[in-house]
C-alpha cells in the first residue's frame, strides 16, 4: 500500500502505484484539459505530484510540449536566475565489495587498477584542486568496510578541510558513499559535511536485484531507505539521483519524485538536490548492452519535468555529459555542473598514467576549470563557487523555507558576484578575467537591496585587495 509517509521503502516506493501512475500518464498523454490543468498548477511554482509530472513527461502534444520547456525555463530563471553553482569530484578509493554490473568498480573486475589514496596524496589532489579554482568537492568511494571504513572517510574529509593553500579553501565536501547506518551519518554530520547523496541507481525492485547480484548494496530496502537514517541522523541536506539507462527512464522519474516526497511527507523536507546521470562507456562496461538508454531529447524533457516539479530542487549535470547537451539543459533546470572532473582515483595532481587505468566512466566534457568558467561567463552565466548556506547554519527546512520565500536570492547573487571575484583574482586566464569583470559590473545593478550592493561593492573592493572569504 503507497504509504508517503512510511519509512518502509516497499511503501513509500511502491510498485503497484509507479505502474498505476504509468497506466494513467500514458492514458492521458494526448488529454488536453488534464495537461492544461497540470501546467496551471506548475505555474504556481509550488512544484508537483508524481502522478501530473508523469503525465507531463508523457504528453504527446507538440505545442503543450514547448510550454513545458518554456515553464521550466522561466522556473529556473525566477529561482536560480544565472547562476550556475560549480564542483569537483574526487575519487578517494575504487576498493569495492559490490557486483553492480553497470560500474567497473564492481568487484570481478581485475582490470581496473585498485587504488586508495593516502592523507598525503588527498592533500596533493586538493592542493590541485584548489588551484583550479574549485570551493566545493563532492568526494566518492567504493563500499568496503575493510579499505573504505567510515574512519577513512572521516580522515579525508578533516584532511580536506584543513588543506590550506595560498588563498584556496575546499569550504563545502558533499559526500557520496554507501548506505550506512544512523550512527555512520551521525558521523558525518559531526564531520560537517554538505549534501549526503545516494544515487539509488533504479528504483525498480526486481531489476536492482539483477543489476546489484552481489555484496552489501543487493539489499534494496537497506539501500532505499538510507535517506531516511541519513535524515534520522540529522543530515537534513540529502541528493537524489537514478543512473538513467538502467531500467525503463518513465518508471525511474515516477519513482524519484516519489523518493522526494516522501522526503516531504515524513521530514516535512524535500531533497537538496536531483542528479540526472547517465550511463556511460567505461572499463569492462558498455553501456550498448543496457537496454534503456536514453536520447538528448527525453534527456531534456525529464530534466523539464523534474525542474517544474521541484522548483526548489537543485540539480546536477556531471561530466558524463558533454559540452553541447550541458548547454541545452542548463537552460532548462540545471543549477551545479562540475567542471574539470577526474573520474580516477587521484588524478589531478598528475594524470594517471594510461596503463593504471582506476576510472568509474569516461568523461565526456574534457576542458579545463578556466574554459568551462570562460564558456558559462559568454553564455550570460554567472559561474559561482558559492558554499554558504550550511556555512551560515541553513540548512534542511530552514534552507527550504528561505527558497520557498525566494529570500534565498538575496543571498545567492552577491556571494555568486563575491565568489566569482575571488576566482579571477586567484585563478582565471587573461581573458576569462576580463569576461568575468564586465560580468560582475554589470550583475551589480541586479542586486536589488542598495544596502546589499553597497556591501557587495566593498566586499569586492577587499577581494581585490586580497582578502577572502566574504558571504551573505
Ligand atoms: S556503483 Fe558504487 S557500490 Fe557499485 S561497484 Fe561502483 S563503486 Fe561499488
Ligand atoms: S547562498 Fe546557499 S543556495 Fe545560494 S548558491 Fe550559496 S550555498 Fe547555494
Known amino acids: 500500500m503507497y504509504n508517503p509517509k512510511s519509512t518502509k521503502s516497499e511503501e513509500f516506493i511502491s510498485h503497484n502505484e509507479i505502474l498505476a501512475t504509468l497506466d494513467y500518464a500514458e492514458s492521458n ?179 536492482y536485484e539483477k543489476l546489484h547480484p552481489t555484496g552489501p548494496k543487493h539489499n534494496y530496502d537497506y539501500h532505499t531507505e538510507a535517506m531516511d537514517r541519513a535524515m534520522q541522523a540529522g543530515i537534513d541536506d540529502v541528493g537524489l539521483g537514478v543512473l538513467f539507462g538502467l531500467e525503463l527512464y518513465r518508471y525511474e522519474f515516477a519513482g524519484l519524485l516519489m523518493h522526494a516526497e516522501h522526503l516531504e511527507a515524513a521530514y516535512g523536507v524535500g531533497p537538496h538536490t536531483v542528479s540526472v546521470p547517465r550511463i556511460r562507456p567505461a572499463d569492462d562496461i558498455d553501456p550498448s548492452t543496457f537496454d534503456n538508454g536514453i536520447n538528448d531529447e527525453i534527456f531534456e524533457k525529464i530534466v523539464s519535468c523534474i525542474r517544474i516539479s521541484l522548483p526548489y530542487t537543485g540539480m546536477i549535470v556531471s561530466t558524463r555529459e558533454n559540452q553541447k547537451c550541458r548547454e541545452k539543459v542548463l537552460h532548462l533546470g540545471i543549477s551545479q555542473i562540475s567542471g574539470a572532473s577526474k573520474t580516477s582515483v587521484g588524478g589531478y595532481a598528475e594524470p594517471e598514467p594510461e596503463e593504471e587505468n582506476s576510472a568509474q566512466f569516461d568523461v565526456s566534457d574534457n576542458r579545463t576549470l578556466d574554459e568551462v568558467v570562460k564558456w558559462l561567463m559568454e553564455m550570460d552565466y554567472i559561474p559561482s563557487f558559492c558554499t554558504a548556506c550550511y556555512r551560515e547554519g541553513r540548512t534542511g527546512d530552514r534552507f527550504m523555507s528561505l527558497c520557498k520565500s525566494g529570500e534565498i536570492q538575496n543571498c545567492c547573487h552577491p556571494n555568486a558576484l563575491m565568489t566569482l571575484k575571488e576566482y579571477l583574482e586567484d585563478y582565471a586566464s587573461t581573458e576569462t578575467r576580463e569576461i568575468g569583470e564586465k560580468l560582475i559590473k554589470n550583475e551589480l545593478d541586479n542586486v536589488p537591496k542598495a544596502k546589499v550592493r553597497e556591501i557587495v561593492e566593498r566586499n569586492l573592493y577587499n577581494i581585490s585587495d586580497g582578502k577572502r572569504d566574504f558571504r551573505f
Open 29 to 207: 498523454k494526448n488529454n488536453l484539459e488534464l495537461i492544461d490543468k497540470i501546467i496551471e498548477k506548475a505555474k504556481l511554482r509550488k512544484g508537483l505530484s508524481y502522478k501530473e509530472a508523469t503525465v507531463l513527461l508523457e504528453c504527446n502534444i507538440e505545442e503543450k510540449n514547448k510550454e513545458i520547456f518554456a515553464l521550466a525555463e522561466q522556473i529556473k530563471k525566477d529561482f536560480y536566475g544565472n547562476r550556475i553553482v560549480m564542483f569537483a569530484p574526487l575519487y578517494l578509493s575504487n576498493y569495492c565489495i559490490n557486483g553492480c554490473v553497470y560500474c567497473p568498480y564492481h568487484l570481478k573486475n581485475k582490470n581496473i587498477a585498485r587504488k586508495k589514496m593516502t592523507q598525503e596524496e588527498i592533500r596533493r589532489e586538493v592542493i590541485a584542486l584548489q588551484d583550479m579554482g574549485h570551493k566545493r568537492l563532492a568526494i566518492e568511494a567504493g563500499e568496503d568496510p575493510v579499505n573504505n571504513p567510515i574512519e577513512y572517510i572521516l580522515e579525508c574529509i578533516n584532511t580536506i578541510y584543513n588543506t590550506v593553500h595560498k588563498n584556496g579553501a575546499i569550504r563545502r565536501v558533499n559526500v557520496n558513499i554507501a548506505a550506512t547506518t544512523v550512527e555512520n551519518y551521525k558521523k558525518l554530520k559531526d564531520a560537517n559535511i554538505g549534501t549526503y547523496i545516494l544515487f539509488q541507481e533504479t528504483y525498480h525492485k526486481e531489476s
